[in-house]
Structures are given as structure tokens and as C-alpha cells.
């Protein structure tokens, strides 16, 4: 069965500094991998997916992410941290089928 | 991506009543699903949204606590029975085409106090 760790429950960071927020995936064949952001009282919304195209994959708002087979990891990052990104993100793996698995989340807090 | 509404956007509830939550896609869409996402958690699938005919439950879920209906390819609801205080939770409606490496979009949710 497939898995999601989120390495990292919380992480706190400067306005301004960079994010990185840690994804390792299993998977016995080539994945379908997703970042999503939930921010307070909203449902989730898309940041970016890799779908075994270029290995490094630009999203919204300035963040990417990086494919690692090798690794089998998916870590996002953003060079510059704004106090809008304040959230929950999570890692989600897509298996045939539709059948999403969710990580545990990060919640950032961005400190001024 | 599609526009997804959920209804009501909060509640809070008896102990031993159901609420009913509607999710409305703008365009029809070939899978919907519903989600718990409990007080602090990660994402859990309740069930497949069928249209037509009935939803397929994940371990855990079963019919007679989770009814689902989909009438439609827009439209799904689902209902929570006989609520106790554990089924407070966020619950979330998505929404995929089924083409291999589409993500699922997903509405704001509802909020659910169980009292």
C-alpha cells in the first residue's frame, strides 16, 4: 500500500527566509504526486502535481517542488515566505483508481 | 478547474439528530468523493460518490451512519445519522475527470459541531 510522511508536523519561519516543507512517498511504480494548501476555514486548493514530467515542478504563488526518484521524495519549497502563507499543506499521493493518499500536514507559521 | 459549492458551510448540532450536506459542481464531472477530516488530522475518504448507483465505502464508513446519494453528474449529498460528538469534523466534497494525473478540487467544506 501506498504511503505519505510528512517529515515535519510544524514549521516556523521568518517573513522573507525560505520554506521547505518535507515529503517522502512509497510507491512501486511511477506516482502521481500533489501539494495542497488548506488555509484556515477553507476547503484545499491545488499548489502543484507532478505527473513523471520534468522533475521539478513550478506552482502557485511562487512555490515548487522537487521529484527525486532516487529519493522517493517531493519536497516543496518557496525562496521567500509571505505572512499569507500561514496554512496546513499537504503531500498527496494519487494511485490508479483516483484513491488519494494524504500526509499528515505541516502547518507554517510565518513570524514577522 | 471546477467551481465547487458545499452546504451549509458550518453547523452545529444535537446529539442524535443528521444533517444533510450538499456538494454542487458548476460542470459535470465523471467521480465525486466525500472526506473527514477530523480536529487536527490529515484527510480520511469516507466513499466514491456513484452516479447512478450506490457509493463504494472505505473501511471504516458504512451506509447506515454515511448515506451518500449522487442523482446527477453535478450533484452529490451526504448525510451524517444519528450524530454523537465524535463526528465533529470538517467534511469535504471533491471532484476528479478520472484522466490519469488530474488532481481532485475540492470544495471549502463543512464545519460540524456536534453538541
Known amino acids: 500500500a501506498q504511503s505519505v510522511t510528512q517529515l515535519d508536523s510544524h514549521v516556523s519561519v521568518s517573513e522573507g527566509t525560505p520554506v521547505l516543507l518535507r515529503c517522502n512517498y512509497s510507491?512501486?511504480?511511477?506516482?502521481?504526486l500533489f501539494w495542497y494548501v488548506q488555509h484556515p476555514n477553507k476547503g484545499l486548493q491545488l499548489l502543484l502535481k507532478y505527473t513523471s514530467a520534468a522533475t521539478l515542478v513550478k506552482g502557485i504563488n511562487g512555490f515548487e517542488a522537487e521529484f527525486k526518484k532516487s529519493e522517493t521524495s517531493f519536497h516543496l519549497t518557496k525562496p521567500s515566505a509571505h505572512m499569507s502563507d500561514a496554512a496546513e499543506y499537504f503531500c498527496v499521493h494519487k494511485a490508479a483508481g483516483n484513491k488519494l493518499t494524504f500526509g499528515g500536514g505541516t502547518r507554517v507559521l510565518v513570524k514577522p | 478547474s471546477a467551481v465547487i459549492s458545499q452546504k451549509p458551510s458550518r453547523d452545529i448540532c444535537q446529539r442524535g439528530t443528521s444533517l444533510t450536506i450538499q456538494c454542487q459542481v458548476d460542470s459535470q464531472v465523471t467521480m465525486m468523493f466525500w472526506y473527514r477530516q477530523q480536529p487536527g488530522q490529515s484527510l480520511t475518504l469516507i466513499a466514491t460518490a456513484n452516479q447512478g448507483s450506490e457509493a463504494t465505502y472505505e473501511s471504516g464508513f458504512v451506509i447506515d451512519k454515511f448515506p451518500i446519494s449522487r442523482p446527477n453528474l453535478t450533484f452529490s449529498t451526504l448525510t451524517v445519522s444519528n450524530m454523537s460528538p465524535e463526528d465533529s469534523s470538517i467534511y469535504l466534497c471533491?471532484?476528479?475527470?478520472?484522466?490519469?494525473?488530474?488532481?481532485?478540487?475540492f470544495g471549502d467544506g463543512t464545519r460540524l459541531s456536534i453538541l
Open positions: 510507491s512501486s511504480y511511477s506516482p502521481s
Open positions: 471533491s471532484v476528479a475527470t478520472g484522466e490519469v494525473g488530474q488532481p481532485q478540487h
